[in-house]
């Protein structure tokens, strides 16, 4: 494949490229750490979002969607990475919106991915239990009952917990903590009796929360799927997020790349801008290095995504991506600091907002620690 943008695709990443920079820069997510806002994101600018066709990006046409395909969705997710706007993208259309395409029968798909496309519903993935990432790890309990089953269970680290009207729960209907059948996958109404959401307060000033279930009854049809055989929807929904995401990293490594080389032609330092020093152009080169290595692997993984049964091994692009992508941002947000100087510590000045994302989006769906064992095991070593 040739790693190039085709017409289209240009066209979308630049109107939304001026889109974040004009409706959502940093300043936007500045304002909403500093004023506790109780929602965690602008609504109107959700709503300006989903007025674009962002929020159907990816989501078929027969369900209301606009069929642009996983690359048109990890362009608009990458410049959004770019001023950390926070919005429900990730945890509604990347990842919930997609489980619901994947396993969703069509009565499903046709009563909820329109509400997303339309804005009208915000939907959670509630899947983490642990403090690191393990999918596998699933101890929350959904037991049968005459008309439905009972859920009993924790969830930590849900994505826009506190706002979500709906999550998709992901509990075990029967075997052993870390087996792959068993699994099974509910819609649960947020208002359900026996849900209790607490939201946490993040160093990215994104919204998550941590959910308890205590004896949440749900009906037969809230299953999602069929029942204990939850796992390969899942574990292809992780990959197109994990990929999604990594998108918006780059998005994020790029922004803080170009500002920090502007910052070493401006500042000066005995007379000479300090991008004139070779100790500074040689950790400038090192960094434009690596993230050219992202771009390629980005729209690759992005690419194969689109081609469906075609795809080649989703699964070991999607851990190359997201263990790439965590390192890398790692590496260009340290630097960005360091190359500030004392003036990147403080708060006046944006760049430490990138490193914080920089973290959470690292942990976020597994870190590079995660996704180098996973990768290796996939290969069979």
Not at 278 to 302: G, N, P, T
């Amino acid at each position: 494949m040739s790693l190039v943008l085709n017409e289209d695709q240009v066209m979308l990443q630049q109107s939304a490229r001026d889109f974040c920079r004009e409706k959502a820069p940093v300043a936007v997510l500045r304002r909403i750490r500093d004023s506790k806002d109780p929602t965690g994101y602008p609504t109107e600018l959700w709503q300006a979002m989903v007025e674009l066709g962002w929020a159907g990006m990816a989501i078929p046409e027969a369900y209301g969607g606009f069929g642009f395909g996983y690359s048109g969705l990890g362009l608009v997710l990458e410049e959004t990475g770019r001023t950390l706007v926070p919005t429900p993208l990730v945890s509604t259309v990347l990842l919930s919106a997609t489980l619901i395409n994947i396993a969703g029968s069509e009565a499903q798909k046709l009563e909820m991915l329109p509400d997303i496309v339309n804005g009208e519903t915000i939907i959670a993935l509630a899947l983490e239990e642990t403090a690191i990432h393990n999918p596998l790890h699933i101890e929350l309990k959904a037991v049968k009952t005459g008309s439905g089953y009972i859920l009993n269970g924790q969830k930590d680290f849900v994505l826009d917990a506190h706002v979500a009207d709906q999550f998709i729960v992901v509990a075990r209907t029967e075997g052993e903590t870390g087996r792959q059948d068993g699994i099974s996958l509910f819609m649960v109404d947020a208002n359900s009796v026996g849900v209790d959401v607490q939201r946490l307060n993040m160093v990215d000033s994104r919204n998550a929360g941590n959910i308890s279930f205590v004896d949440v009854e749900v009906p037969d049809d809230a299953l999602l799927g069929e029942e204990n055989r939850g796992w390969p929807a899942l574990c292809r929904t992780l990959d197109i997020g994990r990929i999604g995401l990594a998108a918006e990293m780059l998005g994020g490594v790029q922004e803080v790349f170009e500002r920090t080389v502007e910052y070493l032609k401006q500042r000066s330092q005995f007379g000479v801008p300090i991008g004139a020093f070779q100790a500074l152009q040689h950790r400038a080169a090192i960094m434009y290095s690596e993230i050219e290595l992202c771009k390629s692997l980005v729209l690759k993984a992005l690419h194969e995504l689109d081609r469906g049964d075609e795809a080649e091994d989703i699964p070991a692009l999607a851990s190359m991506c997201k263990a790439k992508l965590s390192e890398v941002y790692m590496l260009v947000s340290n630097e960005g600091i360091q190359m500030h100087g004392g003036i990147g510590m403080t708060d006046e000045f944006d760049i430490g907002f990138f490193l914080k994302r920089a973290r959470v989006a690292q942990q976020t769906l597994g870190d590079a620690s995660f996704h180098r064992d996973r990768y290796a095991s996939l290969r069979g070593f």
